[in-house]
């Protein structure tokens, strides 16, 4: 498929999700979140995309947020519309079932804050600058930011950055644990990759009960979630990885896994 406002490469295993309208630092139009939607149902279903690095187009933005040209007509039924849409991308990469890396290159602000939230890592650039800044615009997050940032920071710190719209720069939002790691621009991208080629030397299986484990298990009360948890557990014990990951322990080589 091709797309307008995504550039989308497959190496190794890994596909490269960029999103491309750096002149107007890759703002989240409809159509750009649809393509959004298009290419991670396509990356769903791809057996051979086992992960992926989300990034944004030129050397200033990750996403400066939703195209506020769009917002600044909106009625309450687009706008209520437009949220849905937004909300049901960001739940398809949060469930994909394998690993998404955000490289934050730049602005991530407003909806691209929500965007890299939903991602399961986030990798800043030194350059970064994240934050939630709708108020100022007389609106607030429609992407279920007011939902995700509290669950990553904390309630008090997203509400500091909910209700004030400031920005926090790389290290502020590594201190808070809105990004996992800082690293300089040029380092961004093959960080992101090394990343997730660990993650990715890992079973497949492992990998996608683990993120429904925590996606889902941190939405249930305890009791629930471990039971999810053991679930999960006894139906990893009937997978070939399983047989194969503990076997190749025991006789001292590293495992060959199928995802089977
Ligand atoms: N929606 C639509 N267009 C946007 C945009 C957005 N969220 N963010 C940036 N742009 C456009 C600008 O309008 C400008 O377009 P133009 O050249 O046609 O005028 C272009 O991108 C470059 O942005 P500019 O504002 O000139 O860059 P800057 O370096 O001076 O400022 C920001 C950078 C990120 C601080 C500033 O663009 C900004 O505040 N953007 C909006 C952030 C926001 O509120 N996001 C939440 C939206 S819900």
Do not use: W
């Not at 660990?198 to 629930?224: H, Y």
Request: glycine fraction near 12%; charge should be neutral.
């Amino acid at each position: 498929m091709s797309y307008q406002n995504l550039l989308v490469e497959s190496r190794d295993g890994i596909a490269f999700v960029t999103v491309n309208r750096p002149e107007k630092l890759n703002a989240l139009d409809d159509r750009t979140v649809e393509e959004l939607e298009a290419a991670f149902t396509a990356i769903a279903h791809d057996p051979a995309t086992r992960g992926v690095i989300l990034t944004g187009a030129g050397e200033k933005a990750f996403v400066a947020g939703a195209d506020i040209g769009e917002l600044a007509t909106q009625s309450p039924v687009d706008g209520r519309e437009r949220s849905i849409r937004g909300q049901r991308m960001l739940d398809l990469i949060e469930g994909l079932g394998k690993p998404v890396v955000a490289a934050v290159n730049g602005f991530a602000l407003g909806g691209g804050c929500e965007l890299a939230m939903a991602c399961h890592v986030r990798i800043a650039s030194t350059s970064a600058k994240l934050g939630t800044p709708e108020v100022k615009l007389g609106i607030m997050c429609g992407y279920a930011g007011t939902q995700r940032l509290p669950r990553l920071v904390g309630k008090g710190r997203a509400l500091e950055m909910l209700l004030t719209g400031e920005m926090v720069d790389a290290p502020e939002a590594l201190r808070i644990g809105l990004v996992n790691r800082v690293v300089p621009p040029a380092a961004l991208l093959p960080e992101a990759e090394a990343l997730l080629r660990k993650m990715l030397a890992n079973g497949p299986v492992s990998l996608r009960f683990i993120l429904r484990a925590v996606n889902d298990g941190l939405e249930m009360g305890l009791g629930g979630a471990q039971h999810l948890e053991a679930t999960l557990f006894g139906l990893i014990c009937t997978t070939e990885d399983m047989k194969e990951g503990t076997k190749a322990f025991l006789e001292k080589r590293p495992a060959r896994f199928q995802g089977k």
